[in-house]
T-cell receptor, first 114, second 113 residues
Framework: SQTIHQWPATLVQPVGSPLSLECTVE??????LYWYRQAAGRGLQLLFY??????ISSEVPQNLSASRPQDRQFILSSKKLLLSDSGFYLC?????????????FGQGTRLTVV | GDSVTQMEGPVTLSEEAFLTINCTYT??????LFWYVQYPGEGLQLLLK?????DKGSNKGFEATYRKETTSFHLEKGSVQVSDSAVYFC????????????FGDGTTLTVKP
């Protein structure tokens, strides 16, 4: 069966510090991968998605970047965090390509920038 | 572009009450439709789905029917429990769009004993 791991679960970082959140998927090949952010009490905002190794699409301009160094690894990074980067970050995967299936989510990372 | 509009919350019900959360969508292609549930501090979990018109998705007493004519996918449950308290998201996915899902803003449900 497929599983998705996302870490860390919680993170408190000072403004201006770097960020690295990691996500890995097991039990499937060539998944579509996604990073979402959820602000408190609000819906999900798609930040990045990837349909293959090294292929990253950004949905919104921001202070963050993403990379996919391996087929089932997706990393969210920042060189210098801003207060506005605080939120709940969710990694997800879906079957791809060419199918409209459900997304499978990790447990999320609660990021607080102080 | 694609969009999902769902009933604004929060919704507060007594245990054993009937639940309806409305969801309507617009899509450029022929979408699959989903309901996800999120418990506090966790990621989203798929609750149910429907992939074509008139399909009914069901799980754990929840149901939703894919209505193409009204572009709707309303979530219903006949008798809610305290354990159903969570945030519910309606979503769609179109296979021509890199499998990306479009989510509604979520509806917070609180069930009181």
């Amino acid at each position: 069966s497929q599983t998705i791991h996302q870490w860390p679960a919680t993170l408190v970082q000072p403004v201006g510090s770097p960020l690295s959140l990691e996500c890995t998927v097991e039990g499937t090949s060539n998944p579509n991968l996604y990073w979402y952010r959820q602000a408190a009490g609000r819906g999900l905002q798609l930040l990045f998605y990837s349909v293959g190794i090294g292929q990253i699409s950004s949905e919104v301009p921001q202070n963050l970047s993403a990379s996919r160094p391996q087929d089932r690894q997706f990393i969210l990074s920042s060189k210098k965090l801003l207060l506005s980067d605080s939120g709940f970050y969710l990694c997800a995967w879906s079957l791809g390509p060419g199918v409209s299936t459900e997304a499978f989510f990790g447990q999320g990372t609660r990021l607080t920038v102080v | 572009g694609d969009s999902v509009t769902q009933m604004e919350g929060p919704v507060t019900l007594s245990e054993e009450a009937f639940l309806t959360i409305n969801c309507t969508y617009t899509a450029t292609g022929y979408p699959s439709l989903f309901w996800y549930v999120q418990y506090p501090g966790e990621g989203l979990q798929l609750l149910l789905k429907a992939t074509k018109a008139d399909d009914k998705g069901s799980n754990k007493g929840f149901e939703a029917t894919y209505r193409k004519e009204t572009t709707s996918f309303h979530l219903e449950k006949g008798s809610v429990q305290v354990s159903d308290s969570a945030v519910y998201f309606c979503a769609l996915s179109v296979n021509t769009n890199a499998g990306k899902s479009t989510f509604g803003d979520g509806t917070t449900l609180t069930v009181k004993p």
